[in-house]
């Protein structure tokens, strides 16, 4: 399947990674967290530590004055899902410092990513860059994290699934970006990691470490490979991602990634009438509950966002995906709902 251009994060699975961090990285050090996670590990640091950032926005004014009066340090610890390591990928940037990474949880490809996704005017933008020394996935940290926060990071690998069928879809309409021209070979290495995802749904449901590595070693590679094909991501999100933007701006709610993700890729590859059934039952098999109610939301407005989807691609000017060519009918959401209450229960 072609040779792989670019490179990934140097990355190390093991235990007690955590502890290990006082011992090497640049004295005095900086923990990049979040409030609730600090407490369970403030007990691994030592006197060198500079100080702890507890993360509250990811806005970029925001963090653009934080980075400014940061304690004295001469590295950057990021522990936490997502914010923390995007927050502390921020700092490294600003700062120019060494950065060291620690995801506490399975949620996204942000640890393997090279820029941190932040908010600005409401909208979401990547400003910086940041390569870590290294990436530490720690077994036992990754299992003690909400079984959710863990599963739910399936999604951003499954939805390849529907990714790939809106890229090739927008290539025959002739409607593809003139920057990012479908690409076989592309589709074949996100390929073989949505195959290794989705061969392993029993052991990443129940965290065993097979389970660990093969999900981190595909956000791995998802998380470079924006960077490694041209800053472009049409092989990883498509309509999948369009819904749950959608979703966030008709509830003017925030969700758990991955969740929302599993949601829009259900209801996309009922678009695209693209393996439907497969696609929901290994969200089932992996216990990723997506019924609305356990996002905090009621069926009315996932269907609302179903019904506003069109439009809102054009509004927000995402790229062209089945959104665009076919119409949410009435039977399609009533077809959505009996299914998913089917598989999930009332
Ligand atoms: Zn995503």
Same mark, same amino acid.
Not at 52 to 76: F, K, M, N
């Given at each position: 399947?072609?040779?792989?251009?670019?490179?990934?994060?140097?990355?190390?699975?093991?235990?007690?990674?955590?502890?290990?961090?006082?011992?090497?990285?640049?004295?005095?050090?900086?923990?990049?967290?979040?409030?609730?996670?600090?407490?369970?590990?403030?007990?691994?640091?030592d006197?060198?530590?500079a100080?702890?950032?507890?993360?509250?926005?990811?806005?970029?004014?925001?963090?653009?004055?934080? /980075?400014?009066?940061?304690p004295?340090?001469?590295?950057?610890?990021?522990?936490?899902?997502?914010?923390?390591?995007?927050? /502390?990928?921020?700092?490294?940037?600003?700062r120019?410092?060494?950065?060291?990474?620690?995801?506490?949880?399975?949620?996204?490809?942000?640890?393997?990513?090279?820029?941190?996704?932040?908010?600005?005017?409401?909208?979401?933008?990547?400003?910086?860059?940041?390569?870590?020394?290294?990436?530490?996935?720690?077994?036992?940290?990754?299992r003690? /994290?909400?079984?959710?926060?863990?599963?739910?990071?399936?999604?951003?690998?499954?939805?390849?699934?529907?990714?790939?069928?809106? +890229?090739?879809?927008?290539?025959?309409?002739?409607?593809?970006?003139?920057?990012?021209?479908?690409?076989?070979?592309?589709?074949?290495?996100?390929?073989?990691?949505?195959?290794?995802?989705?061969?392993?749904?029993d052991?990443?449901?129940?965290?065993?470490?097979?389970?660990?590595?093969?999900?981190?070693?595909?956000?791995?590679?998802?998380?470079?490979?924006?960077?490694?094909?041209? +800053?472009?991501?049409?092989?990883?999100?498509?309509?999948?991602?369009?819904?749950?933007?959608?979703?966030?701006?008709?509830?003017?709610?925030?969700?758990?990634?991955?969740?929302?993700?599993?949601?829009?890729?259900?209801?996309?590859?009922?678009?695209?009438?693209?393996?439907?059934?497969?696609?929901?039952?290994?969200?089932?098999?992996?216990?990723?509950?997506?019924?609305?109610?356990?996002?905090?939301?009621? +069926?009315?407005?996932?269907?609302?966002?179903?019904?506003?989807? /069109?439009?809102?691609?054009?509004?927000?000017?995402? +790229?062209?995906?089945?959104?665009?060519?076919?119409?949410?009918?009435?039977?399609?959401?009533?077809?959505v709902?009996?299914?998913?209450?089917?598989?999930?229960?009332?």
């Amino acid at each position: 399947m072609g040779h792989t251009t670019g490179s990934e994060f140097t990355t190390v699975f093991g235990r007690g990674l955590i502890g290990e961090l006082p011992s090497f990285v640049h004295r005095p050090y900086l923990v990049v967290t979040m409030d609730d996670l600090w407490p369970k590990f403030e007990h691994h640091f030592d006197s060198h530590l500079a100080g702890v950032h507890r993360v509250t926005t990811i806005g970029l004014d925001e963090l653009t004055a934080a /980075a400014q009066s940061l304690p004295e340090c001469s590295s950057i610890i990021g522990l936490g899902g997502g914010q923390a390591i995007d927050v /502390a990928k921020f700092f490294a940037w600003s700062r120019r410092l060494p950065l060291f990474q620690v995801p506490t949880a399975m949620t996204t490809n942000a640890p393997f990513g090279h820029r941190p996704l932040l908010r600005s005017e409401g909208k979401a933008v990547a400003i910086g860059w940041a390569v870590p020394e290294g990436v530490y996935v720690d077994f036992d940290v990754i299992r003690a /994290a909400p079984p959710l926060l863990n599963r739910s990071g399936v999604c951003d690998v499954l939805c390849y699934h529907t990714a790939h069928f809106d +890229w090739k879809l927008a290539h025959d309409l002739g409607k593809e970006e003139r920057r990012w021209p479908y690409d076989e070979r592309l589709v074949g290495e996100a390929r073989l990691r949505f195959d290794a995802v989705f061969g392993s749904l029993d052991d990443i449901k129940a965290v065993t470490d097979d389970g660990i590595r093969t999900l981190m070693t595909a956000h791995r590679w998802g998380g470079a490979a924006f960077h490694n094909a041209g +800053w472009n991501a049409r092989h990883m999100d498509g309509v999948d991602h369009c819904y749950l933007y959608c979703l966030e701006y008709v509830t003017g709610k925030q969700f758990i990634h991955g969740q929302g993700v599993g949601l829009g890729l259900y209801i996309g590859s009922e678009l695209q009438q693209n393996e439907p059934e497969k696609m929901l039952g290994a969200l089932v098999r992996v216990g990723v509950d997506i019924r609305p109610e356990s996002m905090g939301i009621t +069926w009315d407005d996932a269907a609302t966002a179903m019904r506003r989807l /069109a439009w809102y691609v054009r509004y927000a000017g995402l +790229w062209y995906t089945v959104a665009d060519t076919t119409p949410v009918t009435d039977e399609l959401i009533e077809r959505v709902r009996t299914r998913i209450y089917d598989a999930f229960g009332e």
